[in-house]
């Protein structure tokens, strides 16, 4: 089991001058046995950090190190890492228990087992007891994703690494695969990075999530963190659907403010002493037509049927907004929300 | 720490340093290879036509380019560049005296068979060496195209019994001797030939065609080796396309037709191109089948150079390859443009049913149906007619059916003379030359394959320089060896650089074959899903050890595959070989078929029967490991 550590890495392609930069000075600390999960769009740098953590990228700057050993120099064979890609990559030619025991050629099977057993073992705790004989190609999607899992894990890696492993799978497999996956990861026990470009699959499966943008790391945290208190527009617009608007501190009171956006005068909680400007997030669902503070009135555009609820797109000050209402509104509609149910953003 | 425990950590550190580096010291070694092989051949041929008496020159580029028996009417532009107005009068009275008239002609000699002739009367023009090559290969390349695309269209639309045996097929004339073919048409079309066999069943001639129409001859030939290819890419680009995109074009309104034209034929068009451009390459750089049918009296550069060699006129000789292999790898650089501006051809989602062929005996008779039937006549005749007439020929003469061909075989390898030509012998070091390639042509093959799809961007370079062979005809590769390696080169020291008889023949088969081999495993490799070697790696597989347990096995029918054509081409491999097996008894069976030719043809025919017995043997190899070439 292991603690990983990536500082100041940076990853550049290409030459100083024309390449394009894959990575920025990116810090991340994964404590031993967490699953972790690096979530953003595609293009945002996740897979370049899982590469380079497995070895199979150079970073340009900064080092990666497991309990503390630089890795520099350690070519992928040699970091006793469990990989499960996008594709599985499994290998066509060999059957499901061969491609399970690959890697036990090259490291040897937990003590007191043999090749054969710890195969059967894996096979069984991905529930694919009996399929050992098969080729891959014989098995449905799901099932191949299982095997791939089973052939990261069968070496006893320090490190598990997966790459979207359940993007190519519908969603309903992909819920009952996430519950195994967690099921299995914290029986055993071993420090996961996770990647996936849901962010509802981050927020579900995660210890602690990085959201990434653009080769960079916007905030590292625990869900619900994330959720409530994001940093970053880029965050609170990522994670879940969110409004985030732009106003003027009229006047303090501690941490309390008054500010403007537009013509309307809301209050806040948790406005910073150093800025006039402030940004700051009301998700859809906190904003009640029944609330008695920071009431204002938004013209309706449309409306999505959503069974338990309706999904509400509107304009308010000129500005797009979001509600979750439990009927669909007829004409305008007044809403407001609690100072506590906002949150402030750190930069503007 | 004991010595013997420090040896054996040594040991396994330098093993582990080699298994490390081993793709990059095979990677040395294949490089080294070329170079010598390659590189330094083809450079000695270069150095050769700018040197003259230890000086620098391009006086010989001067004397060729302003001859106007190689140039012809541009060799005086070369002469005088600059005399502007002068070339353009010239140009001016030569179009003022060009003619156009349209009368009826007899064609056929003895037949009185009116055809509407379309005779373009130009005031005899010199066309040079240079241009009456370019002249057939343009010609040689109008008749592929026009031979290839009917067969490309039946072979995409329609269902019919064999069709995918007959697509396969198409690779066929890669892998068939030249010099097999040539006289597969001198058994078909020559006095004593199957053609006129059948005419004089019915009280026509015999008829001189090859003496009377050479070119032409040459020119079906021609067609014969590269129709099929242009089917071959054709048919690959018709069936990926999506037949949803003529779906939406007729949805959106078009008729049929014009759905045609706007939407498959621009998804043909590059394939037919490529085709196009591959055929007059190659036939730019013809011999076996010029020299065979045609002789000097119908030279081509190749030929020409062949000649030059033979009179022992290095320098001309030298200076002639260079300016024909200056031209082919402009035009090779140019497909290879071309190639990469295309998207891959890639499976369609969707593809159109082929439609069956004969459903019923009415369809049958419908004009399109009649109009495939004639084209499967012509195919046959122009296909199968030249290998049916070799076998033929091989087992008669001009009364029936005899085995005198064989006979004469036997007795010349009993009774020959030391100095004649043998047939066992040939046969003998066709197969060993065929088995000696495939030991070096294989493993080069495939690591520049794996350099090429691991080095990305670079690849391109790697591949393009690796792909060398195919620009360079064989004819300029022999005299290479010939006056780099045979002769020798001096090497610092006092240490000589000399490769002669067998070895230098076994180099130049295996240099025009590896290419082969890469084109068939690249693909492969190529389309591996990166992260299984990732996966292997992971799992604690070096990277060697991941090509060995999971890339090459995957590419393994690529590998044989590429394997076959490499066999094939050795045993079929005339060009270079007659230059080097010269005064040897380095012969091999297509050098043979050439030499007996000369006298008469039935011992050649029957050598060139022997011959097409050992390559449709290597073919059934390509086919059964279903072997697919990029080319």
Redesign the interface.
Known sequence: MTDLRLEGVSKRYGTDTGGTTALRDVDLTVRDGEFFTLVGPSGCGKTTTLRTI?G?EEPTTGTVSFDGQPMAEV?????D???V?????????MSVAENVG??L???DPPTGLTVDERVADLLELVDLEGMGERNPDQLSGGQQQRV?LA??L??E?DLL?LDEPMSALDARLRESLRRQLTRIQSTLGVTTVYITHDQQEALAISDRLAVMSDGQVEQVATPQEIYREPKTRFVAEFIGENNVFDGTVLARDGDRAQVTVGETTLELTGVPDSTDRVSFCVRPATLSRTADTNRFSVAIETSEFRGETVRTYGQWNGMPIILQLTAVPEGDVTVGFDPDDAHVLDSV | MSLSDRVTVDRSRLSAWLERHALQLTALVTAAILVVMLYVPVGVVFVNAVLEEGGLTLGHFADVLTDPFYFGAVADVFADPLAIGTHLGSLAAWLGAVSITLSLEYPLPGIGLPVPWLAVETPGVRTGLFGFTAYQAALSTVASVALGLPAAYVLANYEFYGRRTLRSLTILPFVLPGIMVAVGFYAMFGRGGTLNSILGVVGFGPFAFIETYPLAIVILAHAFYNAPLVARLTVAAWESVDVRTVETARSLGASKRRAFRDVVVPQLAPAVLTGALLTFIFTFMTFPIVLALGGLQLATVEVWIYDRIQRLEYAEAATLAILETILSLGLTYAYLRYESAQAGFSQAASRPAREPLYPDFRTALSPRRLAIFAYGIIALVVFVGPMVSLVIGSVTDGSGLTLRNYAFLLERQLEGASFQTLPLPAIRNSLLFGAATLVIAVPMGVVLSVLTVRAGRSGTVIDTLGMLPLAVSGVVFGIGLLQGLVFGISLPGGWRLQVTGAIAIVIAHAVAAYPFVTRNVSPLLANLDPAMVESARALGASRLRALLDIELPLVANGIVAGAAFAFAISIGEFSSTVILASGSESYTMPVAVERYLGRRSGPAIAMGTLLLIVTAASFVVIDRVGGRSEL
Do not use: C, K, M, T
């Open positions: 497995a199979f070519p992928p064979e040699e970091r890492v469990g990989v890609f996008q594709s599985y990559g499994l290998f066509p030619h690959y890697g050629q090259f490291r791939a052939r990261a069968a070496p890696p690494l």
